[in-house]
């Protein structure tokens, strides 16, 4: 997804490129912001990368710590006890502050736990990760 991002964004700097800097004229200051912009992606999809390998690779029993929520049809990421973070679709997972989250090693599927009325955790439901 970011691959098709970053295509799009370099057509775009040819486009501006070509079409408002007169030959000659090319100053380094009018394309930074474009490298700025090419080097927030860039982070953010290595970040994600490195997530995804270690959620798969990972055995863990880990808490959720918190949960950012970017709008109504935006990306939440529920954070870890761990470090690790949960991609999701605003209301595709009831998952909450607190939550359990048990994992084995080698796969995307994780389990929920919540805790109970007694203060005992008590299974949820299974998710399926998707990188």
Not at 15 to 26: I, Q, R
Not at 70 to 76: I, L
């Amino acid at each position: 997804m970011i691959f098709y991002i970053l295509i799009f964004l370099s057509i775009i700097c040819v486009f501006v490129y070509f079409k408002f800097l007169k030959p000659g004229s090319f100053k380094i200051s009018k394309v930074i912001p474009f490298f700025i912009l090419f080097g927030i992606l860039i982070f953010l999809d290595i970040n994600h990368r490195i997530n995804n390998n270690k959620f798969y690779e990972k055995s863990f029993h880990s808490l959720v710590v918190d949960c950012k929520n970017y709008g109504k049809e935006a990306n939440a990421n529920f954070l870890l006890n761990n470090g690790l973070y949960i991609y999701s679709m605003v209301g595709d997972l009831d998952i909450k502050l607190g939550d359990s989250i048990i994992k084995e090693s080698d796969t995307y599927k994780y389990k929920v736990y919540r805790k109970n009325d007694y203060g005992k955790y008590s299974y949820k439901h299974q998710y399926q990760y998707i990188p």
